[in-house]
């Protein structure tokens, strides 16, 4: 039988011995759990009630004779559990505070330490994929094939004066983050390049 039925069981015993045998009093006192549950109402009622002296064998063997003063017994039974609720859930609130605090306190250098890399990585990444999105590189490439590209980007023709200068070969870093205007002055401070600009297409030299 659980505690809580004991307890129940007990109470009800207390306040209603008439629907009780002597037999089931005494195999009911007799389990350790509840006697020790009578001895602690009997000793609470002889203080609620001013007595000088307990007797718990002589209140329990009354008890057992008579059968009085069930009301008293229920209502000390009923605030000896209140105080037995009320008890355990103030120390299982101040341990749960206590267990929730030191785990923040623990957890928060932690989740700083991983935002701070998360940013880091995430600044890194997009500074890296902005370069590389932005720049071409031309590597000893033909001028024909390094204007195809740029012209294709600015959406201009291109025309040649010299087929001579489509191949001379280049060695260029292109920003796209330039207008063509910045682009082709740069062209032009390579030696034998000669490029300008005339309504919507480059003219080479």
Request: glycine letters at 2%; charged letters at 30%.
């Amino acid at each position: 039988m659980e505690t809580h039925d004991k307890i129940e069981r007990l109470l009800d015993m207390i306040e209603h011995p008439e629907q009780y045998s002597e037999k089931e009093m005494e195999e009911l006192l007799s389990d350790k759990e509840c006697r020790e549950y009578y001895e602690l109402i009997v000793k609470t009622d002889s203080a609620y009630s001013n007595k000088s002296e307990i007797d718990v064998d002589g209140t329990l063997r009354k008890f057992e004779r008579k059968h009085t003063n069930t009301f008293v017994w229920r209502k000390i039974a009923a605030i000896f559990i209140g105080i037995l609720i009320i008890s355990g859930l103030a120390y299982a609130a101040i341990k749960l505070q206590k267990h929730v605090s030191q785990s923040s306190s623990k957890a928060k250098p932690k989740i700083e330490n991983v935002v701070v890399k998360k940013n880091s990585i995430k600044s890194e990444v997009q500074q890296s994929d902005t370069i590389a999105v932005n720049n071409k590189v031309f590597d000893d490439v033909e001028l024909v094939a390094v204007l195809n590209e740029i012209s294709a980007y600015y959406h201009l023709k291109v025309e040649y004066k010299s087929e001579k200068s489509k191949h001379l070969r280049l060695h260029l870093s292109w920003d796209k983050t330039q207008d063509i205007e910045g682009v082709v002055e740069m062209l032009n401070n390579f030696e034998k390049v000669n490029l300008t600009l005339a309504d919507d297409k480059i003219v080479v030299e």
